[in-house]
């Protein structure tokens, strides 16, 4: 055999490898591709039953035609509204200007109608952002003005003073709504406790959470329909101008309180001064009391100085009546006995004279 024999027979050989090699790799290309292929049929037969469960839905949601129909029933519920709308304070406490950031289509409109709002409209603003960031009702307004962009409003009813803080604090975005939003099962359905958790009070948060559960004993009878807990919707409007009424209600009894305060204030600051000048006249009377005090006291002392005085004169006097009563004794004795040597002396007298004679 000769030399190119054997080089072609080694090239044969290597060839053989390399083809060995890229046949194998093939089959597992193949192999790769047909089951990456498998992935993805399967995968699209999924994205087919989720596509056609999202339009026509099942019993744990709604479809996208379904969803329609409810989101158009609940824009009918809910009225016309107008989003992204940025406040500007007017003069006049309470009085804003609002303008209205148009939709793309709408946006080359220059009549004043263009924002269908005409004037004397009610109109209920709320602060865009949610509740859990400080969102919150703003209050009823009546469109006094209407321009190509923005209105004017005022607020229906007199605000007070934390109602107009609240409105001057508040920067926007707002929500405007030409009908008080309404109370509905729907609007919460679907939302577990934690979701619900941030967007409601503490105080009703059970209600929402067993909306739709199974009732208990417990319950109220209105609350139980067909063995199941559904909570009583609330009236916001009726209850909105319910609290008006109490809160004016509340007002006059405020001022009322207010000016039996006053009452009473100018009636204390009267027995105050009575009473500064009853305390005057007690740190008068006090202050002679003890003058009084001070010249009894002295009077009594003089009192105890004379009578020790006159105790002691007394105890002098009846010493001395004593030494006296003892004096004229002696003196009696003495004389007693200058008698008895008188008589003596005259008997001796006698008698010498006698003798005389």
């Not at 047909?34 to 993805?40: D, G, K």
């Not at 148009?102 to 209920?124: F, K, R």
């Not at 006097?317 to 040597?341: D, E, H, P, S, V």
């Amino acid at each position: 055999m000769c030399i190119w024999n054997k080089v072609l027979m080694g090239c044969i050989a290597v060839a053989s490898v390399v083809f060995f090699y890229m046949a194998a790799r093939t089959v597992k290309i193949h192999k790769y591709w047909s089951e990456l292929a498998q992935q993805h049929e399967r995968r699209i037969s999924q994205l087919q039953e989720e596509t056609r469960l999202l339009r026509e839905g099942n019993g744990t949601w709604m479809g996208i035609a379904k969803a329609q129909n409810q989101l158009h029933k609940l824009v009918i519920d809910r009225g016309r509204a107008w989003f992204n709308c940025t406040p500007r304070q007017g003069n006049t406490p309470g009085q804003v200007s609002v303008s209205i950031e148009m939709p793309a289509a709408e946006a080359d409109a220059a009549a004043p109608a263009s924002l269908g709002i005409p004037a004397a409209t009610v109109l209920y603003v709320f602060e865009k952002k949610d509740r859990q960031k400080g969102g919150q009702y703003l209050g009823e307004f009546k469109v006094t003005g209407v321009g190509k962009k923005d209105v004017q409003l005022e607020p229906l009813r007199k605000f007070n003073e934390a109602e107009l803080q609240r409105l001057t604090q508040s920067g926007g975005p707002w929500v405007m709504y030409d009908t008080m939003p309404t109370d509905n099962h729907e609007a919460f359905a679907g939302l577990t406790e934690s979701q619900l958790k941030p967007l409601l009070p503490a105080a009703v948060l059970a209600e929402y959470v067993r909306d739709g559960q199974p009732a208990q004993p417990g319950d109220p009878d209105r609350c139980k329909v067909a063995g199941k807990y559904v909570r009583a919707l609330r009236d916001y409007a009726g209850m909105r101008d319910t609290f008006f009424q109490q809160r004016t209600v509340l007002v006059d009894q405020i001022e009322a309180d207010k000016r039996d305060q006053q009452y009473v204030e100018e009636a204390l600051a009267d027995a105050k001064t009575e009473v500064s000048f009853f305390e005057t006249e007690k740190a008068t009377v006090q202050a002679l009391v003890k003058k009084y005090a001070e010249q009894r006291d002295a009077v009594l002392a003089h009192l105890r100085r004379i009578e020790k005085s006159l105790a002691d004169f007394k105890a002098m006097i009846a010493q001395q009546l004593t030494l006296n009563q003892r004096m004229a004794n002696q003196i009696g004795a003495i004389q007693f006995k200058a008698r008895q040597i008188d008589q003596q002396t005259r008997v001796m007298a006698q008698a010498t004279a006698g003798a005389a004679h």
